[in-house]
């Protein structure tokens, strides 16, 4: 998917975040198939364990489980028709997640050779809180950034300064 390019930036900025909101100690299960950021988690001394590519808007069994302390969603949800059954089925108590914000200058991301690389949904904040308070969540931190790319043009320039992700760690009501 990254075709040897990692989001570095996007990946020391939500490490960051989640060693500030979660311990060592608890179990994640991160939302997605192993990654490289699951590796990173992993080689940093979080105990993962990853989701086996369900389709999550129609089976959302693998969080029906109070085995884990927290679940992790980074870029997931904007694949989903609806987000909101996986989030209401959530058993953990803890959710860290991170989705695309909606850009005024660029349409939403779509592959043309990966049907599972296409987002169905890109938020503005104030959508994704409302969808995780909707299902049963409450925020207790929120962070924008930015994701800017090194190429010339002004979508180039917007990128940055207009925050591109949006990270959010909530607990369960």
Same mark, same amino acid.
């Given at each position: 998917?990254?075709?040897?390019?990692?989001?570095?930036?996007?990946?020391?900025?939500?490490?960051?975040?989640?060693? #500030?909101?979660?311990?060592?100690?608890?179990?994640?299960?991160?939302?997605?198939? =192993? #990654?490289?950021?699951?590796?990173?988690?992993?080689?940093e001394?979080?105990?993962?364990? #990853?989701?086996?590519?369900?389709?999550?808007?129609l089976?959302?069994? !693998?969080?029906?489980? @109070?085995?884990?302390?927290? !679940?992790?969603?980074f @870029?997931?949800?904007?694949?989903?028709?609806?987000?909101?059954?996986?989030?209401?089925?959530?058993?953990? /108590?803890?959710?860290?997640?991170?989705? =695309?914000? /909606?850009?005024?200058?660029?349409s939403?991301?779509?592959?043309?050779?990966?049907?599972?690389?296409?987002?169905?949904?890109?938020?503005?904040?104030?959508?994704?809180?409302?969808?995780?308070?909707?299902?049963?969540?409450?925020?207790?931190?929120?962070?924008?950034?930015? #994701? =800017?790319?090194?190429?010339?043009?002004?979508? =180039?320039?917007?990128?940055r300064?207009?925050?591109? &992700? &949006?990270?959010? &760690?909530? @607990?369960?009501?």
């Open positions: 998917m990254y075709e040897g390019k990692f989001p570095t930036k996007r990946y020391k900025h939500t490490l960051r975040f989640l060693k #500030n909101v979660i311990s060592k100690e608890e179990k994640i299960l991160d939302l997605g198939v =192993p #990654n490289p950021f699951s590796e990173i988690l992993t080689q001394g979080f105990d993962v364990t #990853n989701t086996k590519g369900e389709d999550l808007d089976e959302t069994s !693998v969080v029906k489980t @109070e085995e884990f302390d927290v !679940v992790t969603a @870029e997931i949800f904007e694949h989903l028709v609806s987000p909101f059954n996986v989030l209401k089925d959530i058993q953990a /108590k803890k959710l860290v997640a991170s989705v =695309p914000l /909606k850009l005024w200058f660029a939403a991301y779509k592959s043309k050779t990966d049907e599972w690389d296409r987002h169905y949904h890109e938020f503005e904040d104030w959508q994704f809180d409302w969808l995780l308070e909707k299902a049963g969540w409450r925020i207790i931190k929120r962070e924008k950034f930015t #994701n =800017p790319i090194k190429k010339i043009g002004i979508r =180039p320039i917007l990128r300064i207009t925050p591109r &992700y &949006y990270l959010v &760690y909530a @607990e369960k009501l």
